[in-house]
């Protein structure tokens, strides 16, 4: 998407198209990644409660991964999950 | 003609705004635009206005308030002075970067410390840079007219940026002064119905304030920049239609015997009046003395000062509020740096004074006058000085 110029903002910045934050993709600021294991995973839940970015979502199996276009690599799930079974791993 | 009366000057202001249709007033009450607070609040009480009147908790929650509710669409109105107006300092550059159309009333005032209750101009001087249109009034009938004017300016679809319009505090705030006061026929006339350029609405969802990161922000900076320096031409078509409709024109730069003056002072603010007793004093005695007296503060009238000032061979600007460890008073780095690049301009003086409220004579300008004119081989120029402070 072509960045705008200064000509081309609306008056006050305004935006008018709800939803539209979905596509500031932030999982390009990540510089660690959440890993699950999914043999320590309890399925409590802890991480996606406490994602800020409400990007970690159960699967149909019941066990949970971070939506990467989005997660930050804040490491917050990974404090939390107190199973231990989240890992922040370096991006390559 | 309408008919003059007498009003103290910030009842008068509440009158004004009551003419002005507005939807909300967010005003927290602080001396010495309490007066402005409580006779709005009259009004609304009294039901003579149909308008919210949000009692606030603080000057941070007015500013919150009226940018809320300009954001939904309302015209919204506060005051305030001093503390209360650096408490809604971190708000201002967001009301402007929104664009909302939001006007507020400064009685300006001292700000601590020490405590002091009384007028000079350190309270708007710090907002500077806020982006808000910043015009400042002499008397009565300038902040009347100018509290009318102002919502006109503002919600202008060239403009959409807040207005600030300053009323020295008690100097002209508590004086009782005879103005025309409009009628509300004819403010109706001349003040259209507020168009917002967006509204909160739940059935028309947008997002106002919203976070941008660097690929924007110089942007959106340059945005409000151009907007503000765009709104001079809109602020000159309004006052010329306010002169047609009241007989009474208004200019970014006002001049008093001006045109063949040799010494020149700049004032801003109800010392004006003043300051030209002291020219024509001057002038009695064969000194070929003049006075301009900035109304627009924000966006700044470089053309205007040029113009007014080049012919003159020295100047003298008076600054109500010190800049710390600067240059000299913030008007005098701002003529000076109009100045710069031009080949024929005055040797430009500076006066600090009138400070925490201290009375300034006639006497006083005329001293500054003299002061200037015995520097014949300019030793003082560009320097700055506390006006008869005790040494």
């Not at chain 1, 409590?44 to 159960?58: H, L, N, S, T, W």
């Not at chain 2, 350190?122 to 100018?146: K, L, Y």
């Amino acid at each position: 998407m072509a960045l705008k110029t200064w000509r081309e903002l609306p008056t006050g910045c305004v935006v008018f198209e709800p939803g539209s934050a979905s596509e500031y993709h932030t999982g390009s600021w990540r510089s660690q990644r959440p890993v699950w294991n999914n043999q320590k995973c309890i399925k409590c839940g802890i991480c996606y409660v406490y994602c800020p970015e409400g990007c970690v979502q159960q699967g149909e199996d019941g066990f949970f991964q971070a939506d990467m276009d989005y997660c930050k690599g804040c490491g917050i799930c990974a404090h939390e999950c107190w199973p231990r079974a989240i890992t922040m791993i370096e991006e390559g | 003609m309408a008919k003059r009366i007498g009003m103290e000057v910030a009842v008068a202001v509440a009158e004004a705004v009551g003419l002005c249709d507005i939807d909300m007033a967010a005003v927290y009450p602080i001396t010495p635009q309490s007066h402005i607070a409580e006779h709005l609040s009259d009004l609304v009480a009294d039901g003579k206005i149909n308008a919210e009147f949000v009692t606030v908790e603080s000057e941070h929650s007015a500013m919150s308030a009226v940018i809320g509710a300009s954001g939904a669409g309302a015209r919204s109105y506060t005051a305030t002075s001093s503390q209360g107006l650096m408490y809604m300092h971190e708000l201002l550059p967001i009301a402007s970067a929104m664009r909302l159309p939001i006007t507020m009333a400064i009685a300006n005032r001292a700000v601590s410390g020490p405590l002091n209750i009384l007028n000079d101009h350190s309270d708007i001087m710090p907002q500077r840079d806020s982006g808000w249109i910043s015009i400042f009034v002499e008397n009565a009938q300038e902040a009347i007219d100018m509290s009318i004017i102002a919502f006109k300016i503002a919600e202008h679809k060239d403009v959409m940026l807040p207005v600030n319009i300053n009323i020295d505090g008690f100097q002209l705030t508590h004086m009782v002064e005879p103005f025309e006061m409009p009628t509300q026929e004819e403010v109706n006339k001349f003040l259209p119905p507020f168009v917002p350029h967006a509204t909160l609405h739940p059935a028309k969802p947008v997002t106002m304030g919203a976070f941008a990161m660097s690929d924007y922000f110089a942007e959106i900076m340059k945005a409000k920049n151009e907007a503000l320096k765009n709104s001079k031409k809109v602020i000159l078509e309004v006052w010329d239609e306010w002169e047609k409709m009241f007989g009474r024109g208004y200019k970014p730069v006002e001049t008093y015997m001006a045109e063949d003056a040799e010494v020149l002072m700049l004032t801003m603010g109800s010392m004006g009046e003043t300051a030209q007793m002291a020219i024509d004093e001057l002038r009695a005695k064969g000194v070929k003395a003049g006075l301009i007296k900035l109304r627009l503060w924000r966006p700044f009238p470089f053309e205007e000062i040029k113009a007014t000032i080049k012919n003159a061979k020295k100047l003298i600007v008076t600054d109500r509020a010190v800049s710390f460890g600067g240059p000299g008073g913030p008007v005098f780095s701002e003529i000076k740096s109009a100045l710069y690049a031009e080949t024929q301009r005055p040797a430009v003086y500076d006066y600090i004074y009138g400070l925490g409220g201290r009375d300034v004579p006639v006497s006083d300008f005329i001293g500054m006058f003299e002061r200037v004119l015995a520097d014949t081989d300019n030793k003082v120029v560009d320097t700055y000085e506390f006006w008869g402070v005790r040494e």
